[in-house]
């Protein structure tokens, strides 16, 4: 190699992982020691070590729902176990495996179709479309808790920037986000922006003069903040949102159509409004310990407050279905608060003695 690449010597180390660690790569580089071009290869390195380390130390302190990145006590999300084998091996077996399929009489074997179920106003856009074109069936139903159906546990609500700025100020993306976490374990928040304009919310084009990017943000982050099991999607085309439903539809179950056209705002508002008061749905999901996922283990189990102060460590723990959970609960509801004592000042007002002084003397 004459020009000192790093990108390149990535690549090469990529092709040299897929091929096997039988199949070894020798790479020479030619220029001159000491020189600026080396300087500017190691200076490149440096660049990209320090850039891991940041990145290393910022998960270290990341604050991240239990939810996320397989966190869960109750599902592992397979994608994310470690597993003892190496990824070179992983991909040779990959591989070998998809050779001996074609060669079985020479007719490659077919996987089940993939299949999104899509909301009929959606058709207005090129999206389906485009996802039709990667081989992905369409199955066009009314509904009215999310846009796209990719897999029994994932619901995305499409927004362009226009369609976002409109929800945020009327608070429809709200009401969107509850219904959808109501339903669904995984619900996603899709942004598409326009192929033909910048991938950036600080396009003047974008905002109006009553609203600020910075306003977008603020309110965004008050969304997520509000709903911790909400995935924000950024998409810079249509075309890489038909790319990443592939993506995230690879090993995942299909959706039922029948299920989820049986979903209506109507039975969101009712299972949150009329079977379990607001008010106290919104203190006992305050408390320390209760999660989007134990809360109504609570409602469900325990008629009112009392009820809940006369279970056990052990009882609350089984209620929701963790003992970390369940001591930081009965901790909360059994602990003495006792009030601070004053703090006495036994200095007194230099002023104020000078002025008793004066006085006795008179």
Partial sequence: MYDVDLTTVRQLEVYQANEGPNFKIRVYFMFYGKSVEEQAFLTTIRSEKEAFEHLIKEKETMVIPEDREGRSEVTLNSDLLRGSEKASDTIVAQKQDASSNTRQGGITLKSESAKIIVDMREFRCELPSLIHKRGIDIEPITLEV??????????VERKSISDLIGSLNCGRLYTQATSMTRFYTKPMLLIEFDKN?????QGRYYMSKDIASSDVVMRLQLLT???PRLVLLWSPSPHATAEIFEELKKGRDEPDSSRASSISIDIADEFQSEKYNPAIFDFVSKLPGVT???VYSILNSVSNLGDLFDLTEEGISELLESKIHGKLLYEALHCKMEAA????TKKSNPSSSRFKHKIKRK
């Fill in 146 to 155: 999310g846009d796209y159906i990719l897999t029994p546990e994932i619901c």
């Fill in 197 to 201: 304009k910048p991938f950036a919310l």
């Fill in 225 to 227: 903040l509000h709903f």
């Fill in 292 to 294: 989007t996922r134990n």
């Fill in 341 to 344: 004592e004053p703090i006495e």
